[in-house]
Nanobody
Framework: VQLQASGGGLVQPGGSLRLSCAAS????????VNWYRQAPGKQRELVAF???????NYSDSVKGRFTISRDNAKNTVYLQMNYLKPEDTAVYYC??????????????WGQGTQVTVSS
């Protein structure tokens, strides 16, 4: 199983980006998927997560601006980021609990995608 995070880039303050986290490989089911971010010199921060039933949760720092969603048919989770601020600049990582085709539950990380908010 692999997680591929994509969609990062450079955007001006107030702009939007949509990140994707696509899972591939021998997948039986995907449980909770988390988006974390890590800015230079700071600890990794949990930004949002969505459980297998599609219920989202957000950190206070992004609530009202970010939306997490999932497309189970595509094994993909999205993070729509609106009204971006310079303090949102970080490397964003997705993390997922996946039950593989061997019916073993494992924790996987994507490779990270850079988001830079700057004028």
């Amino acid at each position: 199983v692999q997680l591929q995070a994509s969609g990062g880039g450079l955007v001006q303050p107030g702009g939007s980006l949509r990140l994707s986290c696509a899972a591939s490989g021998g997948i039986f089911s995907i449980g909770t998927v988390n988006w974390y971010r890590q800015a230079p010199g700071k600890q990794r921060e949990l930004v949002a997560f969505i459980n297998s039933a599609g219920r989202p949760n957000y950190s206070d720092s992004v609530k009202g601006r970010f939306t997490i969603s999932r497309d189970n048919a595509k094994n993909t989770v999205y993070l729509q980021m609106n009204y971006l601020k310079p303090e949102d600049t970080a490397v964003y990582y997705c993390n997922a609990i996946v039950v593989g085709s061997d019916h073993v539950l494992r924790n996987y990380w994507g490779q990270g995608t850079q988001v830079t908010v700057s004028s």
